[in-house]
């Protein structure tokens, strides 16, 4: 078996952002030459989280709202009483989840017809780390 890892760096501009990676992935995956294997995809952050779903800007609007509303910003957290601000990125991360694994197939991500691959910055404006890992032959 054969690995592939690659560390990415993302700072976004914005507090909150959700960027497509996808095409990034496939560039790793094709530079890896793994042809039937998978790819791990891992926020390195507990405030940062990683998906798989449609790309289509309503929905991720609609994404946002939802998280928003179930871990608002600005509440008071008990987090905060160690000096941070950013509780609710902490729980937006635990409902989103930090990883995904993605099939190869043929040197190809094995993704359905709508699926992306996005990465989701809750605490931005400064930089955060992404792991991507190629495993297979």
């Given at each position: 078996?054969?690995?592939?890892?690659?560390?990415?760096?993302?700072?976004?501009?914005n507090?909150?952002?959700?960027l497509?990676?996808?095409?990034?992935?496939k560039?790793?995956?094709?530079?890896?030459?793994?042809?039937?294997?998978?790819?791990?995809?891992?926020?390195?952050?507990?405030?940062?989280?990683?998906?798989?779903?449609?790309?289509?800007?309503?929905?991720?609007?609609?994404?946002?709202?939802?998280?928003?509303?179930?871990?608002?910003?600005?509440?008071?957290?008990?987090?905060?009483q160690?000096?941070e601000?950013?509780?609710?990125?902490?729980?937006?991360?635990?409902l989103?989840g930090?990883?995904v694994?993605v099939?190869?197939?043929?040197?190809?991500?094995d993704?359905?017809?709508?699926?992306?691959?996005?990465?989701?910055?809750?605490d931005?404006?400064?930089?955060?780390?992404?792991?991507?890992?190629?495993?297979?032959e």
């Amino acid at each position: 078996m054969k690995f592939h890892t690659v560390n990415l760096t993302f700072n976004t501009d914005n507090k909150r952002e959700y960027l497509n990676i996808t095409k990034k992935i496939k560039s790793i995956v094709e530079e890896s030459n793994i042809k039937e294997g998978m790819v791990l995809v891992s926020a390195k952050h507990i405030t940062a989280g990683v998906y798989i779903n449609d790309a289509e800007e309503g929905f991720i609007k609609d994404l946002d709202e939802f998280l928003e509303k179930m871990a608002p910003y600005g509440r008071h957290y008990y987090h905060h009483q160690t000096g941070e601000d950013n509780g609710d990125a902490h729980l937006k991360n635990i409902l989103m989840g930090h990883q995904v694994i993605v099939p190869i197939t043929k040197g190809e991500l094995d993704l359905g017809t709508w699926q992306e691959i996005y990465y989701a910055e809750f605490d931005g404006k400064r930089p955060k780390k992404l792991l991507v890992k190629v495993m297979g032959e």
